[in-house]
């Protein structure tokens, strides 16, 4: 089906551990639970991989929206990594509110191997909350006054 | 002030007769007797020239590393607040407690003599500090200033005269500063404004950089071996080579990096040629932290692991944190 060219669709950057939340997207596929192609998945060894500048930096270059998918707190492969994801995360959310930038663009979800239909929804719910927001101009455009 | 630079000089010289140390860090007078600057002083001669007054702001505990590194024993002199950045390295392993010899030197409040000339002193020849007065000598006449109109910012946020380490003290403890109110008072009322403010508060104060990396090389938390921001290859480099947005990102990923063992010292605002409230991050992330994992101090001992290298497993998830804040 041809997309509406004027209609905004979003870029999502979806960061998800390859030991949960990237089986879980499997597992909405082999489910044949749907979610939108505005998701652009990039498997991690764990949630704790992700550096706060991986988050900046995909926003810099143009993702509208930026979400983190790990194991549920407990589940870690690694025992603990999602437990450092988390306070990392919160004071990075927190951050991005001080500096009067919409911390609504970033999401951190946990979502498990069997959680197939947890991540068709929550994607599809992601892409609707963006959608709703438009175009990512702050954080692309956090720069200095011309 | 004066007599405790008499106990410096006699305790330096003290020491390296003694053969306790090799050398010793403390400060040297500049041009001028308000912009003291740290130094290293080898030997029982040069130690004569170790001066102490109320502007050496400058925290020594930086130059351990290259003590460490040189494995000379070093004597340094440290002010209450410079504890705690020794401590911080400590506990990052950047400094060997076997390579130094602290020793706690009693302070009352380091002044800001650009506070001093905005407010209208021409031509300083003499200050000096009386209780809570501060009396320039001009050749234009004497001026008056209450002591809390031109202590430096980051005294204002003193944090007490106790050492945190220190193998012996000098002299008597002084009094704390009194003045001290809310250090937190400044980021309530960025968070109070709206995200429009805030964005172009943010803006407005980071787009002031040149990027001169002053406020990395003080910082007693920033002390990587090698640092991204030396790589002239890299695009992140300089402001030249640089994005505009870096600017902002610079700034974030700065303040990130030390969250969690920031000690508070407000160094970074202190250096910084171009008066960004840099400082303003850092305490947003000790706020935070403390109001999501529990209070927390840097520096206060070299042992408790930082709040962003442990864990609970009942802490708030991310959006939750973010409005429990309020």
């Not at chain 2, 590194?69 to 504890?83: A, M, R």
Request: proline content about 4%.
């Amino acid at each position: 089906m041809l997309k509406d060219a004027a209609k905004f669709e979003p870029k999502i950057v979806a960061f998800c551990c390859n030991w949960c939340s990237y089986a879980g997207a499997d597992g909405a596929g082999t489910a044949r639970k749907n979610y939108p192609a505005n998701v652009k998945i990039i498997k991690v060894p764990c949630s704790c991989r992700v550096n706060p500048m991986f988050i900046l930096r995909a926003f810099q270059r143009g993702a509208d929206g930026v979400i983190l998918c790990g194991c549920h707190p407990g589940d870690c492969h690694y025992s603990t990594g999602n437990y450092y994801t988390r306070r990392r995360m919160a004071l990075l959310m927190s951050m991005l509110n001080f500096m009067g930038v919409a911390e609504d663009r970033f999401r951190v979800e946990w979502v498990s191997a069997a959680e197939g239909a947890k991540f068709a929804e929550v994607m599809n719910d992601f892409v609707v909350q963006i959608t709703a927001l438009g175009e990512n101009v702050k954080l692309r455009d956090l720069r200095c006054k011309k | 002030m004066q007599k405790i630079a008499e106990l410096m000089r006699a305790k330096a010289v003290e020491l390296l007769q003694s053969s306790k140390a090799e050398r010793v860090l403390a400060w040297r007078a500049g041009e001028f007797f308000y912009d003291n600057a740290p130094a290293a002083f080898n030997d029982v001669d040069a130690c004569q020239e170790i001066v102490y007054n109320e502007f050496c702001p400058a925290n020594l505990a930086k130059y351990l590393i290259e003590a460490t590194k040189q494995q000379k024993k070093t004597v340094v002199f440290l002010k209450p607040c410079d504890t705690y950045g020794v401590n911080q390295l400590l506990k990052d392993h950047r400094i060997k407690r076997e390579y130094f010899y602290a020793v706690g030197t009693p302070c009352s409040g380091m002044l800001d003599v650009k506070k001093i000339k905005e407010l209208g002193a021409k031509a300083i020849t003499q200050i000096t500090c009386e209780d809570n007065k501060v009396i320039v000598e001009t050749p234009y006449g004497t001026k008056e200033f209450a002591k809390e109109e031109v202590l430096l910012d980051k005294c204002m946020m003193c944090k007490g005269n106790e050492y945190k380490i220190a193998d012996e003290e000098l002299g008597e403890k002084l009094e704390p500063i009194q003045f001290v109110g809310d250090r937190f008072a400044a980021v309530k009322a960025i968070e109070a404004m709206s995200a429009e403010e805030r964005f172009a508060f943010w803006q407005e104060e980071l787009s002031k950089c040149i990027r001169c990396n002053a406020c990395r090389d003080i910082c007693p938390a920033c002390s990587c071996e090698q640092c991204i921001f030396d790589n002239q290859e890299a695009p992140v480099g300089g402001k030249a080579a640089a994005d505009d947005v870096e600017e902002q990102l610079f700034h974030l990923i700065r303040a990130y990096h030390v969250a969690g063992r920031c000690v508070g010292c407000g160094e970074c605002a202190r250096v910084c040629p171009q008066g960004v409230k840099l400082g303003l991050l850092n305490l947003k992330f000790i706020k935070d932290i403390n109001q999501f994992y529990g209070a927390y101090q840097a520096g206060e001992d070299a042992t408790t692991p930082s709040p962003l290298v442990s864990y609970k497993e009942n802490d708030p998830e991310a959006e939750e944190a973010v409005q429990r804040r309020g």
